[in-house]
């Protein structure tokens, strides 16, 4: 099925440990995006691509690391997870220049105790 | 991108139509008005967008100011389902598109019975 998958979709992490949220589309789509959406509030930019090998960091990027290797793969790494990283986590894609055609992810629910 | 204002929570009756009104007046010439809805913790779901003139599709109008300033998102016959919180984004597509698509913190809208 065409779309964005993320997994995982539920996570529970230490304090300290690291981990690999993982995102894939089959759309081929230039831009793909990594939001965290924390209670209450709206989606905050974390890092985005506009290709392969191409990525720039949004409004929230401290402790989150990101790399483009493929056109459908857009993985984000926690270096070391803290409580405030403690978020749902959505990706998204689309075609360059299309803002009306941004596909997301179902997301990951992530703890960190 | 020019930011955006949103009423933070608004009421409507089911059957009626809901207005959301959206505050642009920072708006720019190359930037298009967004609307994205998100129902209760899922990814994001595009509605409409346009530009200067009024749009119109299956799931709701767009009346956009002749000044392009302010918008409104009409949902003519709402729902239950359409419960859900709406964001109002402005992007610029030409030249000056970064490949970022950046929410804001939306209105909540309660459809209720």
């Known amino acids: 099925n065409a779309g964005v998958t993320q997994t995982p979709k539920f996570q529970v992490l230490k304090t300290g440990q690291s981990m690999t949220l993982q995102c894939a589309q089959d759309?081929?789509?230039?831009?793909m995006s990594w939001y965290r959406q924390d209670p209450g509030m709206g989606l905050r930019l974390i890092h985005y691509?506009?290709?392969?090998?191409?990525?720039d960091q949004g409004e929230v990027p401290n402790g989150y690391n990101v790399s483009r290797s493929t056109t459908e793969d857009f993985p984000l790494r926690l270096l070391s997870a803290a409580p405030s990283q403690t978020s749902v986590y959505f990706c998204?894609?689309?075609?360059?220049?299309?803002?009306?055609?941004?596909?997301f992810g179902s997301g990951t629910r992530l703890t960190v105790v | 991108d020019a930011k955006t204002t949103q009423p933070p929570s608004m009421d409507c009756a089911e059957g009626r139509a809901a207005n959301l009104p959206c505050n642009h007046s920072?708006?720019?010439?190359?930037?298009?008005v967004y609307w994205y809805r998100q129902i209760h913790s899922q990814g994001p779901q595009y509605i409409i967008h346009?530009?200067?003139n009024n749009e119109t599709n299956e799931m709701a109008s767009l009346i956009i100011t002749e000044d392009r300033k302010s918008s409104t998102l009409i949902l003519p016959h709402a729902t239950l389902r359409d419960t859900a919180v709406y964001y109002c984004?402005?992007?610029?597509?030409?030249?000056?598109?970064?490949?970022?698509?950046?929410f804001g913190q939306g209105t909540t809208l309660q459809v209720k019975p």
């Open positions: 984004i402005v992007r610029d597509d030409g030249s000056g598109n970064t490949g970022k698509l950046i």
């Open positions: 759309m081929n789509h230039e831009y």
């Open positions: 691509s506009v290709g392969a090998g191409i990525t």
């Open positions: 346009g530009l200067k």
């Open positions: 920072t708006i720019s010439g190359n930037e298009y």
């Open positions: 998204a894609s689309s075609y360059k220049s299309r803002g009306w055609g941004y596909t």
